[in-house]
């Protein structure tokens, strides 16, 4: 390669091996490749060798040589078959046992592809950063070899027959060390390594012999064959920074360093085992290399070496004894990931220090090695790297960038600092070989452990090395090169590609210096920003051509103008953002200018630039041409937007400012006037010409004059504040005259073109009229600036004078214009260092003028007026007593509540509200908050309180649930006093419901309030008077009333629905049953007297209504009674319904009748829950009627009566039948659970350790827990194993619960059902093994009863089952058939029925086959 550096390198070492089968050949080709000078650690890398290519160096196509093919074609006797003995031990069904080496994914896709499937994937980076790698084929090494790797001066070649080829910079052979008899004794080379000069190499064997050849004459130095256990191949061989020392790493694990010696001319090696495969196999090494201007670095004289373990990361000093300087676990990970080592020296924090990054499956960490003061060695964790693939080589392109290649042979360029990644490249089509046969050290017959044979799966130490920014890779067939593209190339690449855009972004990052992993940029920031701008200008130039040459010639004009859109706005951001205003309005203008379409795109792109400020400085040609383009397209709002933002003393004053006036464009045209001509009277003298004539006319102004009157308010105070229109600020020295002539012109006597008739001061005159509360707030914020300046005094007394006599002596103002500027004159003479003066007399004209009660126009509007002129400080200015007297009689509330705040008459501000009828309902906050919020005096409250209790009538007619609230928070201690006050009775109706109905929505505290029954009961007559229909829904949430008196009152008003409501309150069910039932009676015979109704007649719907009713009280009320009780009401509510149907057929019409019977039968079954049936049949029967033979006309409802009684029973049988088989069968498995035999774990005390046959206490007693463990109850007790439950003392299991101390001893329940206390246990004496049970249980109880274990499995069994117990189901159902065997659910008298489990809302029947029981 060109401009190649010396041989002063740091040593790299290539290693690869390959199979070829198409050719007939096995190859085991091993490289080393010479190292060139590290790049400055605070540049980036900068390359200055190109690809080496064949045409390129006009290199001639080499023949292969004789000697070489005659090596190359030999045949390989070295095949030998290897199967591991047990491919099952690690779990991995991937392991190729057969084969040499893992072949390339590009070869026999045999490669980790489980990695393809990955949670997330990163963007595609190529728009961002471009193409970051170059990488190219050797074609002269790839011509003469199968596989090779190729680096400048010297390229070593190792084969699988032993030998070593050199190769120059030229790709050609220069030596060939060994020979194939050495190559059949040793095996093929596994590992090479060159040293710092380039004179040595040192080759490592398959079959663990290394020799070392001196690269200058070709000789053999040393033959070393004892350096390390026999039987074992070299996997690395590394040169130091030493060249007397050496590190070798073999396939059984162990690390060896070799130190060369040369005593009396003999060349002697000693060997030293560093690291023992025993504790551990290391599949890599990495000795830290220096470059030669960092030899002198404090960290070097270390030797540090770091090695990776199949579990472990260690880091070692060599010198200057050995020494550990650091160990790091890799934790859990896949044991077929390859482990990985790679040092580098960076700047961190402005100190250059080496950097290891080691990397096992998808994480590489990065840990940055230090020597402090003392000369120790620190090793910090810096930020880690998480990939979504697994690695299978880690490579330092430069100390910010890294490449990575996963295991489906992808390159990830990676940015270290941002973790971000670069570029990604497939390098399948390299056919990367794979170590693996030296890692299976197949040469020795594969003594390996399977642990290192199935890392050596992916491993490809030796197929890759780098130097100086290069990396070589080792293929089948071929050498490849990767290196950095220069920041030149990255640019031209993506120009090839027709990507100018991309080009741009790009360039545009280099200048910024944003841009990651930069190459061929030197020098300082500001000659690094010179170098990328010009190749800026130069693509710029290109896309512009492009631009217009790819224009489509035909079309619609909207096809064009998007094209241009899309390119045009690039030219002019690169162009401002590189600050080049002259190449855009002269090079590329004039480019763009030659279409039509491309200039007018170019111009619409200037208009942002221009309106955000970033754009100064525009050429006359460009700003005209820019204003014809939008005035041609009728874009005027954007001419002026850009007028305000330029320069525009180049242009022709007058042609813009009558262009401007032509369009409305009012305020260019008045920053044309200030800014191109200093002008500042001008612009306001053309606007009050159109605004004044339609003003002093009476004239609705148009939309369009408004928008100029308030453009022209705006500019004067701009102009009063020293600020410019629309934008900016004046400049300083014309401020004073700009003000001074803006002054002079407003109090002007008369305008420049006066006609005889016009008025005085007609500027002031004309922007009152405009907006008086406007142009006085401009000119208070005027006058706020008046500091001290005599002249700017006698300018404010002028005009407030000129102001009274404009207003006051002319009556075309309104109240609201005069009081604008009294108030604007209060708050003027209330400033502390007010100069004004004001005659006090013209306030109380003013006065007069507000108070006016003969004009009863604008009365809320003079009102605000005068309360504002009071608020700013006018009331200084007024008697305070005649300005009550004046705006009471003008009924100005709003100022009466002003002043009697002021003298604290808060009573009277109550009249106030109640009289004003806009704010009349505040009246009740402003009670509430005078009376509550402390702050006034107990006189104030007091007079308040008073006032409100002589308004009650009128709080409650305006507003009653607000005067309830209030009464019930202030006046709960006087709510008899209320209500005598309220004469009326609405009024009272309205104020009790809203004080004691909760459903009104008040919030009242009913307890605080303590309401006597009678207050309650007066309200209910008034509700039984005004509303009786809601008398029973009220009553239901009223709490306090007597039910005798609220009786009568019911009774008094013939209300008897509430009447019989409150008789069921009261108890008397048989009381409230009557009057329901006279009720349907009496509605019955209004049926039976009727003639012919229809269906939907109103009556009938009555008569099902109260029937209903009346059902529902016998319902509510039947749990409660006796079996006579119920009948006294069920059988007169039958006897009701079949009354008139036992009248004559023809009187009652047909379709009633059948509407009867279906009303009867609905009672019938109502009853039937209640009644027993024979009861109902028996009273039916016995009906005179009924029992002369019309028993035909009650078929129908007895029938009815049988189907129900028939289901409900048949039902009822199911059940029982059903539950009867789910208890058998529960009860059965119980009766197994509890009888089956406990089956100990061992025969001897798991205490003492003695069989429990064989101690000598009679009186000892043996203890079995059901989870399997034996005591002796001695042994037991003397470790304290009991527990008190429910009054009973049991033994709890000793291991069981030493090994759960942590759990509470009180949580009894978990250990019951872990079976570790007692109710699981068995005691057995030792005379009587046989006996099982306690036997301390008692016998004397009457009623059977469960021990311990048996509660315990019978709880477990309850609470396999959800819902009721089926003991609880049985009991119910025998207990009603037992009591009255032939009432169905009928409820028993002495236990309520509510109680019953069927009318638990939660019971379910589960009605399910029983489980099949196991064996």
């Known amino acids: 390669m060109e401009n190649e550096p010396d041989h002063e390198n740091v040593e790299q070492s290539l290693c690869a091996k390959m199979s070829e089968e198409e050719l007939n050949k096995s190859f085991n080709l091993e490289a080393s490749l010479s ?16 690809l080496i290519d064949d045409k390129e160096f006009d290199i001639p196509q080499v023949d292969t040589p004789p000697t070489l093919e005659s090596i190359l074609n030999e045949t390989d006797d070295e095949d030998e078959s290897f199967v591991l003995e047990d491919p099952t031990l690690l779990n991995i069904d991937t392991i190729d046992s057969h084969s040499y080496d893992t072949s390339s994914v590009a070869s026999s896709d045999s490669g980790d592809r489980t990695n393809l499937k990955r949670k997330k994937k990163l963007p595609d980076s190529f728009s961002l950063h471009g193409s970051v790698m170059r990488h190219s084929l050797l074609k002269g090494i790839s011509a003469q070899i199968v596989s090779a790797a190729a680096v400048s001066s010297l390229i070593a070649v190792g084969t699988s027959h032993g030998l070593a080829l050199i190769f120059d910079q030229n790709q050609a052979l220069r030596l060939c060390l060994g020979s194939t008899s050495v190559g059949g004794q040793y095996g093929a080379i596994s590992a090479l390594s060159i040293n710092n000069d380039c004179s040595r190499l040192l080759c490592g064997f398959a079959k663990g012999q290394i020799t070392m050849w001196d690269l200058a004459s070709g000789k053999l130095l040393r033959s070393i064959t004892d350096a390390h256990p026999p039987g074992t191949a070299i996997l690395h061989i590394k040169f130091t920074d030493d060249p007397t020392l050496a590190i070798c790493n073999d396939s059984g694990g162990s690390v060896f360093e070799l130190t060369f010696k040369r005593v009396m001319g003999v060349r002697t090696c000693e060997s030293r085992c560093l690291f023992s495969g025993s504790k551990g196999e290391v599949c890599c090494i990495e000795p830290l290399h220096s470059k030669p201007e960092l030899k002198d670095h404090p960290i070097t004289q270390f030797s540090l070496l770091a090695m990776a373990s199949l579990t472990k990361i260690l880091v070692i000093g060599l010198k200057p004894s050995l020494k550990v300087w650091m160990t790091f676990p890799y934790g859990r990970m896949d044991p077929s990931s390859v482990p990985l080592l790679a040092w580098h020296f960076v700047a961190v924090q402005n100190y250059v220090n080496p950097m290891l990054a080691f990397c096992r499956g998808d994480v590489v960490h990065f840990l940055l090695v230090k020597r402090d003061e003392s000369g120790a060695i620190h090793v910090t964790k810096q930020k880690h790297l998480h990939l979504y693939y697994d690695l299978i080589n880690f490579t330092w392109i430069n100390s910010r960038t890294v490449v990575l290649l996963d295991s489906v042979e992808k390159l990830h360029v990676i940015d270290r600092q941002t973790q971000e990644e670069l570029e990604t490249v497939e390098i399948s089509e390299v056919q990367l070989v794979y170590n693996s046969s030296h890692f299976k050290s197949l040469a020795t017959g594969g003594n390996v452990s399977q642990a290192l044979a199935l890392v050596g799966e992916k491993a490809c130490y030796q197929s890759i090395s780098s130097y100086g920014g290069q990396i070589f890779y080792l293929g089948t067939k071929s050498v490849y090169v990767m290196m950095l593209r220069s920041w030149r190339e990255r640019v031209d690449h993506l120009l090839k590609q027709d990507c100018l855009t991309e080009a741009l972004a790009l360039a545009w990052s280099f200048h910024e210096g944003k841009a990651k992993a930069v190459v061929g940029l030197s020098g300082d920031a500001s000659k690094r920003k010179a170098i990328v701008a010009d190749r800026m200008v ?20 909207q096809v064009m103008e998007q094209h241009f859109q899309d390119m045009v706005p690039v030219i002019v951001d690169y162009c401002l953002l590189l600050q080049r205003k002259d190449l855009l309005f002269s090079q590329m203008y004039d480019k763009l200018s030659e279409n039509s379409v491309a200039k007018g795109v170019f111009l619409e792109c200037l208009e942002p630039y221009i309106l955000s400020d970033k754009l100064v400085g525009i050429t006359p040609q460009v700003m005209k041409d820019l204003i014809v383009h939008f005035q041609d397209k009728k874009l005027m709002e954007n001419v002026e937007a850009l007028i305000v933002h330029m320069d525009i003393t180049s242009l022709d004053i ?11 464009l009012y305020d260019a045209m008045i920053y044309v006037y200030n800014r191109g001509m200093n002008e500042f009277i001008s612009p306001m003298e053309k606007l009050f010409r159109v605004i004044a004539p339609p003003l002093n006319a009476g004239k ?16 004067i105070s701009c102009c009063l504040a020293g600020r410019a229109y629309p934008l900016g600020d004046i400049p300083e020295d014309l401020v004073p005259l700009v003000k001074n002539q803006v002054f002079e012109f407003l109090i002007r006597l008369h305008s420049a073109e006066a006609s005889p008739e016009e008025e005085i001061y007609p500027y002031i005159r004309t922007l009152l009229h405009f907006d008086t509360r406007e142009f006085l707030n401009v000119l208070a914020l005027t006058f706020e600036d008046f500091k001290n300046d005599k002249q700017a005094v006698e300018y404010q007394q002028r005009i407030v004078d000129i102001l009274l006599k404009v207003m006051v002596e002319n009556s075309d103002f309104t109240p609201s214009q005069v009081g604008c500027l009294f108030t604007f004159l209060a708050r003027q003479l209330a400033k502390p260092d007010n100069t004004l003066f004001v005659n006090r007399t013209l306030f109380d004209q003013v006065l007069e003028f507000l108070c006016s009660p003969d004009d009863d126009s604008r009365h809320s509007e003079r009102q605000q007026v005068l309360l504002e002129l009071l608020q700013a400080g006018g009331i200084v200015q007024f008697e305070e007593s005649r300005l009550i007297r004046m705006a009471e009689k003008a009924e100005f509330y709003q100022i009466c509540e002003f002043m009697y705040e002021r003298e604290h008459q808060y009573d009277k501000i109550i009249d106030c509200y109640l009289r004003d009828p806009l704010r009349e309902e505040e009246v009740f906050n402003y009670i509430h908050n005078i009376l509550s919020i402390p702050g006034h005096s107990a006189e104030e409250k007091q007079s308040v309180w008073q006032k409100a209790m002589d308004h009650i009538e009128e709080l409650v007619s305006l507003k009653p649930c607000k005067a309830a609230e209030l009464v019930a928070t202030h006046f709960s201690g006087h709510i008899e006093m209320v209500i005598k006050k309220l004469q009326n009775q609405v009024l009272l109706f309205k104020f009790l419901r809203s004080l004691l109905d909760p459903r009104e929505g008040i919030h009242i505290n009913q307890e605080l309030l303590q309401i006597s029954p009678c207050i309650t009961e007066q309200f209910i007559e008034l509700l039984c008077q005004f509303s009786p229909t809601q008398v029973i829904e009220t009553l239901q949430v009223l709490e306090c009333y007597r039910l005798e008196e609220t009786i009568q009152i019911t009774q008094k008003y013939q209300l008897h629905e509430v009447t019989a409501y409150l008789l069921e309150k009261k108890g008397d069910i048989h009381g409230a049953f009557l009057i329901m039932l006279e009720r349907l009676q009496s509605k019955l015979q209004e049926i039976t007297h009727q003639g012919e109704n ?18 529902a009280l016998c319902q509510r009320n039947s749990h409660n009674l006796n079996q006579q009780q119920r009948e006294a009401l069920w059988f007169p509510l039958l006897e009701a319904m079949m009354a008139p149907q036992k009248l004559s057929s023809s009187a009652i019409p047909h379709l009633h009748s059948e509407a009867l019977k279906s009303l009867t039968m609905q009672v019938l079954n109502s009853m039937a829950a209640f009644i027993a049936l024979p009861s109902i049949l028996q009273r039916i029967l016995q009906d005179p009627v009924y029992g002369k033979g019309k028993l035909g006309e009650i078929q129908g409802l007895i029938l009815g009566m049988l189907d129900t009684f028939n289901y409900e029973q048949t039902l009822l049988e199911t059940t029982t039948s059903l539950l009867n088989q789910d208890l058998h069968w529960s009860l059965c498995n119980l009766r197994a659970s509890v009888t089956r035999g406990l089956n100990p774990k061992q025969d001897y005390c798991s205490i003492c350790l003695q069989q429990y046959k064989r101690r000598q206490e009679m009186a000892d007693e043996i203890i079995v827990f059901s989870c399997g463990h034996l005591y002796h109850s001695f042994c037991l007790q003397n470790k304290e194993c009991t527990v008190e439950i429910e009054g009973q003392t049991r033994w709890t299991c000793y291991k069981c619960s030493s090994n759960n101390k942590v759990g509470k001893l009180s949580e009894n329940s978990s250990e019951i059902k872990k079976g570790r206390i007692t109710p699981s246990q068995v005691k057995m004496s030792p005379s009587y093994h046989q006996s099982k049970g306690d036997p301390t249980a008692k016998k004397g109880t009457s009623e ?18 959800r819902g009721s117990s089926r003991l609880a189901l049985l009991t119910e159902l025998s207990q009603n058939r037992s009591s009255e065997s032939y009432r169905p659910f009928s409820g028993s008298q002495s236990a309520p029925a509510f109680n019953s489990i069927f009318q638990n809302e939660n019971f379910q029947l589960q009605l399910i086959p029983p489980p099949v029981t196991e064996d």
């Open 700 to 715: 609705t102004l148009t939309d369009e004059q408004v928008v100029m009157g308030n453009k022209l308010l705006v500019y």
């Open 35 to 50: 190292k060139f000078s590290y790049i400055d650690l605070d540049k980036e890398l900068e390359f200055k060798n190109d």
């Open 1094 to 1111: 229809t269906k939907e007649d109103p009556s009938l719907k009555d008569v099902e209504d109260t029937m209903v009713e009346t059902i």
């Open 538 to 557: 130069e693509i710029l130039f290109h896309y512009a051509d492009r631009a217009l040459k790819k224009c489509p010639d035909q079309g619609k004009i």
């Open 654 to 664: 007058q042609q813009v400012v009558l262009m401007c006036w032509e369009n409305h």
């Open 1344 to 1361: 059977p009863v469960l021990d311990p274990q048996q509660i315990q499995a019978f709880d477990q069994l309850c609470r396999l089952y």
